[in-house]
């Protein structure tokens, strides 16, 4: 069955670095893979979607980059900021009727 | 835009009792919306697909008789959870997919049963 992998529980970062969250998957071809954040009691808010013929894609200090050799997504925040701790949750699809498959999402925390 | 809302945020029931949660894509129009539930600390656990005018598709393992699901308009589903039980505890999130593949969620609806 397929299987989707999001590095590290938890991820500590200073403010100013730039954060990097991992999503791995196996036994699934998607279509394309959408990156969600979601505070405590809250949600998940949509933030980008990438397609599997792109490589990569951008959006003010997001970038996303999607490998489908290496069946990875990364997830880059530059320029972290306290208020970019949240969980950070990477979803894939095939499009049409079919359902997104949620990976257990990374818990990142921006000290200042 | 894409603002998608849930009401109530928060319920409280005493088990055996039915709760009705409502689910509205409020600036455009939801072919599908799907409902789904998060326990502490996992990630979300897709319950059901609805489309407009049509049943839902539940996913293995949900019950369907005790979590109806009415998709009436392109803009409102419902989720009642019939005769709840403690167990049913869980935070219920529904979200709406206008043509596209994107998904927007509702804020959430904290059901506890007592």
């Known amino acids: 069955s397929q299987k989707i992998e999001q590095n590290s529980e938890a991820l500590n970062i200073q403010e100013g670095k730039t954060a990097t969250l991992t999503c791995n998957y196996t036994?699934?071809?998607?279509?394309?893979l959408q990156w969600y954040r979601q505070d405590p009691g809250r949600g998940p808010v949509f933030l980008l979607l990438i397609r599997e013929n792109e490589k990569e894609k951008r959006k003010e200090r997001l970038k996303v980059t999607f490998d489908t050799t290496l069946k990875q997504s990364l997830f880059h925040i530059t320029a972290s900021q306290p208020a970019d701790s949240a969980t950070y949750l990477c979803a894939l699809g095939r499009g049409g009727a079919d359902k997104l498959i949620f990976g257990t999402g990374t818990r990142l925390q921006v000290f200042p | 835009g894409a603002v998608v809302s849930q009401h109530p945020s928060w319920v409280i029931c005493k088990s055996g009792t039915s709760v009705k949660i409502e689910c509205r894509s409020l600036d455009f129009q939801a072919t599908t919306m799907f409902w789904y539930r998060q326990f502490p600390k996992q990630s979300l656990m897709l319950m059901a697909t609805?489309?407009?005018?049509?049943?839902?598709?539940?996913e293995q393992g949900v019950e369907k008789d005790k979590f109806l699901i009415n998709h009436a308009s392109l803009t409102l589903s419902t989720l009642t959870v019939t005769s709840a039980h403690p167990e049913d505890s869980s935070f219920y999130i529904c979200?709406?997919?206008?043509?596209?593949?994107?998904?927007?969620f509702g804020p959430g609806t904290r059901l506890t049963v007592l």
């Open positions: 036994n699934y071809s998607p279509a394309y």
């Open positions: 979200s709406a997919r206008p043509l596209g593949d994107t998904q927007y």
């Open positions: 609805s489309n407009e005018g049509s049943k839902a598709t539940y």
